[in-house]
Structures are given as C-alpha cells and as structure tokens.
C-alpha cells in the first residue's frame, strides 16, 4: 500500500455563497497556512452579493431564520473536533455552538420584546414592528476567533440583515472553516460573506461604501482607524457599533443590545373605528 | 488598384437586383472561424483599463447609450422621465455627458419629441413589428412612416429572419431598400436578432445583406430573445463594417443590444471596437449600446471615479 498524497487545503474568501480566491491573487502566511488576503475590490463585491440576498433574507419568515441558525448550529456541532483541531479551545467551541441556538431563538420573539402596540391618544391602532436594517459591515474581535466572529454575524443576521465580516487577521483559520459550515446550513449565499486579510485594506472601503447601511467596529483595536471608520460611516449615515473594549468577556450573556443596534422601527398607525 | 475597386463598388451596388447573385456573394463571403472568434473576443475581454483612461471610456460609453424601454406597460409619464435622464443622467453633476439617444415604440414618440426637442439626444423608435417582424410589409413601412413623421430621427428595423433563414435573401433585403426609403432623412438601424440566426456565418451574412441594402447601423437584437448581444458576434459584425467600408468606402455603425449591464461589458466592446475597426469607430455617430440598466452602472462608476465613494444602486433613477 503505498503512501497517499497529501491533501492540502486552500482557505479561501466567502463571497455570495461560494468560495472564490481574492481577486487580486494574493495570500498572506499565516497560522503555518496560505490564506486569501483580500482586496478592496472582493469588499465590493461582496457589498454586491449582501444585497443581492437582503430581498430573500429580510422577506423569509422569522420562523424560518431561526431554523436556519439552528441549522448552524447542528453543523457546527459535527464539526467540534476540526475547530479544535484548528486550535480552537474545544470550550470556545461549546460556547460558539451554544451562541447560534440562543440567538435562533431570539428570531420570532424578538419582534415581540422589541415591538409591539402602542397606546396613542386616538382612534387608531398603532404598531411598532422592528425591521432589519440591510447590508452590515462587521468587523470581528481579533480574539476569540471564533466565538467573536460567531458573537457579531449571528445577532446582525438574525434579525434579517445581512453582512460582510472581515474575520481575524492574526487566526483566519476558524473564520474560513465556519464559512464552511454557514455553507452546509441551508444559510442562502450572500447573507454571510467572510474577507480575510488586513483590517486597514477592506474595513474602510466598507465604511465608506454608500450601499452599507452600518458597520460593526467591534474588533478595531487602533483608536485613530476607528475614528476614519466612522468619518466614513458619517457619509450616508451608517449605523455604528464602538469598539468593544480590549477586557470584553465573549463567554458573558451577551443581552439583546447587538440585535437592536441593527434594526430599524417600523410605526403603523391604522384607524380603528369610532 | 483604382479601377478594381471602382469596378467592385458598382459590382456591390448591382447585388441586390438578383436573387442568384446575391445568393452567390452571401454564400460567397468567408466562413467565420468560430473558435478563433471566441478566444479573440475573450482574449480583448482581459485588457484593464483604469483610471484617467476608464474615465474616457465611461464617459464615451454614457454618449454611446440608446437609453431604452420597450414595454407593453410603458407610458407617457414614465418615456417623459426617461427621456429627461437621457438628457441628465447624473443631475448631481452637470459635467455628466447626456445619452445618444432614447429608444421607445413609435406610439410613444410624441411623448418623447416634446423632451427631447433641440437637445442633441437623438430619438429612436422601433418599427417594423418590433419584435418580430412578422407583419405584411404595407404595415411595416406604415409603421415606420408613423414614427418619422411623429418624431424619431433613427428607426431601429427588424429584418425578416422568417425569410432569411429561409433563404429568400432578396426578399430581406427589398425590405430593408422599402424601410430605408420610408425613414427619408432618419438614420436605418437594423436589427439583425442574431440570437435567431444560429451561425456566426449566418451573422456575417446578414450584416452584408444589411449593409448592401443601405443600413445606416447593423444592431445584433432586439432584447426580446433569451441570446442577446455577445463579444464574439459583434466581432463578427465589427469586422463585416470593416470590410464593407473597405470595398466601397461607406461606413456603417454598429449598436450592440441587450444584456450589457455592466461597466466592465461596455468596456470590453469599446477595446474590442478600437482593436478591430480603429478610432473611427469610437463614436456615438458609429457605435452604440442599446441598454436600459447599463447608464446605472456607468453612473456608478463615474461617481466612484469623481468622488472616491461607492454610491449604491439606490442613489440612482430606476428607469
């Protein structure tokens, strides 16, 4: 029996559901590996490709969006041992698992925490229903790989939304493998589309992109890029999230505040009569 | 040198009055390598063209759009928009060059003529039974009379594909003599569909036919056929109005149509225009793109080039 060929991995971009190169050809050494080191032109187009899939993931039911996140999660489970092959500490793991059910749960009751009727002095009926806010630029912490990246997409798509994240520059790794998984769950292309490389190529070209409807700065970890960013985010005025700060515990409960952050209300006043 | 060329000019223009001869030319012309069209065709497709230079050819592709709707729901108030974003495209920057013509259907003429009128935008209409060209030829020419005298200073004609796939060459081209002369002064654009000749050779024949029946334009389609216009049977038909100006020194334009949308198409058919009749060519008077979404893009992409920015599609004009 001879000896087999190794089978080498190429980790590549997430764009529009599949798994392009960058299209500037370049990669960059990192964790012992050759990963795709993208451009500020794969930025664009993955800018085109979430809002490609607002239409269908903002209009698919909430029932729907939550199953599908639940979906992640079962993925993510059989996966466990490749993650912690990866480096991942295998509680990492759990808590990243754990992450995607609980906010799957939060897709049809959101809506009823968050919106609902309100009293006017009047004959009407009016109605307060949260509504995603489009395409999400997300910035991921430079650690915990995983559970960070997990920690900001799923709030932000949950809701409805869809986003561009540029995953951690120092451990990619984990990043591409859970594009992978988001690949497997029933998740339509665009809604996730993951850039690896450096923060300072892609961020600001997404911070200034007028089709971004806001940006999630939660892993820009230098002061004076983080305040460009939101220059830019000012343009057409995106919807910010600051920095977290350097002691931010992932592991935490981490409340609804990053699911509220990206919606918009939606006020219905309708007569009632008499 | 002189005299063969004077004596292929009269041979040309002597075609179209037997069946027989102008089968035996058509049959006559060159095959088209198929493959080699391809690969030329998607080889011109790789060149880049950045910067200050994709700023021209964004801003020559803009004067080059027939800003075009051809819908059963159109309506005098939405051919009225379109025919004022022909005038501004970008009403955020005057410095934004105007469309080369609005296209509509002949009932929607008036409409337009009244925007358009003393601009520079030129006024296309459709005739013929636009699509399909399925209509006697009384009605055809009446058609295209209608839209003249209402207005359009270029009429885009289908050619009967029915006949020429049929092999009735004379009859086409009869037809497109009639159409010509119905237009009196509006330029003749005719439509050859190449999505329904099946063969490139099929479509360097039509592009001769067209042409030797006195066709201002040779335009690949009509939009309304799931193959629309490609790079390699516009190659094809940039090389038949080399040709043509070769052997008789008229020169006719080409209006590739349907499915260009983007930025990056239109380049690549403006390389391939310079790369195979030349400069000449690289004009509104003589290239065209019939195209409706296209101008979005093209804006697009100016904005980007002007301001550094990039504007989504939501800050552009629908239609």
Redesign the interface.
């Given at each position: 029996m001879s000896e087999r060929v190794a089978v080498r991995k190429t980790y590549k971009l997430f764009i529009g559901g599949k798994f392009p190169r960058s299209e500037s050809g370049r990669s960059y050494l990192v964790q012992d590996t050759n990963v795709s080191l993208a451009s500020r032109k794969d930025a664009?187009d993955a800018?085109v490709a979430a809002?490609a899939a607002v239409p269908g993931w903002a209009g698919a039911t909430a029932y729907n969006r939550g199953q599908i996140l639940y979906r992640v999660a079962e993925m993510l489970e059989g996966r466990r041992e490749q993650f912690v092959a990866l480096g991942v500490p295998a509680d990492e793991v759990d808590a990243a698992i754990d992450r995607w059910v609980w906010y799957a749960g939060w897709s049809d009751k959101l809506p009823q925490v968050y919106g609902g009727a309100n009293p006017v002095a009047g004959p009407y009926f009016n109605l307060s229903a949260p509504e995603p806010t489009g395409v999400v630029a997300v910035v991921a912490p430079q650690s915990p790989a995983l559970l960070g990246l997990v920690s900001v997409v799923a709030p932000a798509i949950v809701t409805g939304n869809t986003v561009v994240a540029a995953a951690s520059p120092s451990a990619p790794l984990a990043a591409v493998t859970l594009a992978e998984v988001l690949a497997t769950s029933d998740l339509p292309g665009g809604v996730v589309n993951i850039l690896t490389g450096r923060i300072t190529e892609t961020v600001p070209?997404l911070a200034?992109?007028?089709?971004v409807n806001a940006i999630d700065l939660t892993g820009v970890t230098d002061a004076d890029l983080a305040t460009d960013l939101e220059v830019g985010a000012a343009?057409n005025l995106k919807r910010v999230l600051r920095p977290a700060p350097a002691d931010h515990d992932w592991f935490a409960d981490p409340g609804i505040t990053r699911m509220t952050a990206l919606l918009e209300t939606k006020t219905v006043w309708h007569p009632k009569g008499t | 040198m002189t005299a063969t060329a004077t004596s292929a000019r009269s041979d040309l223009s002597e075609l179209g009055r037997s069946e027989t001869a102008l089968r035996t030319f058509l049959h006559g012309l060159p095959g088209v390598d198929q493959v080699g069209a391809e690969q030329r065709a998607a080889q011109l497709g790789t060149r880049s063209i950045k910067t200050t230079a994709k700023a021209q050819a964004i801003d020559l592709a803009i004067r080059m759009v027939d800003l075009t709707t051809l819908e059963g729901a159109d309506t005098p108030g939405k051919v009225r928009a379109l025919a004022a974003k022909a005038l501004r495209p970008d009403p955020a920057d005057p410095s934004c060059p105007h469309v080369g013509a609005v296209c509509v259907y002949p009932a929607m003429v008036p409409h337009v003529a009244e925007v358009l009128r003393g601009s520079g935008v030129h006024l296309a209409s459709v005739a013929t039974a636009f699509p399909s060209g399925q209509a006697p030829l009384e009605i055809k020419l009446a058609d295209t009379r209608a839209a003249v005298e209402a207005g359009a200073d270029e009429i885009d004609m289908v050619i009967n594909r029915g006949a020429f796939l049929a092999g009735r060459y004379s009859e086409v081209h009869d037809e497109i003599v009639a159409t010509k002369d119905a237009c009196g002064d509006a330029h003749l654009k005719v439509i050859l569909e190449t999505g329904e000749l099946a063969t490139y050779d099929n479509v360097r024949r039509a592009s001769w036919l067209a042409m030797l029946a006195g066709g201002d334009f040779i335009k690949t389609s009509t939009g309304k056929v799931p193959v629309a216009a490609t790079l390699p049977v516009t190659l094809v038909m940039l090389e038949a109005v080399r040709d043509f100006r070769a052997a008789t020194g008229r020169q006719v334009g080409v209006k590739p149509a349907g499915g260009i949308k983007t930025t990056k198409d239109a380049i690549k058919y403006l390389v391939m225009v310079n790369e195979t009749v030349g400069a000449d060519w690289l004009d509104p008077d003589w290239f065209r793109f019939g195209a409706s979404s296209l101008l979005n893009d093209l804006l697009m992409q100016r904005t980007k080039l002007t301001t550094g920015v990039y504007p989504g599609p939501d800050y552009f004009t629908l239609d």
């Open positions: 664009r800018v809002r070209t200034n992109h007028l089709d343009q | -």
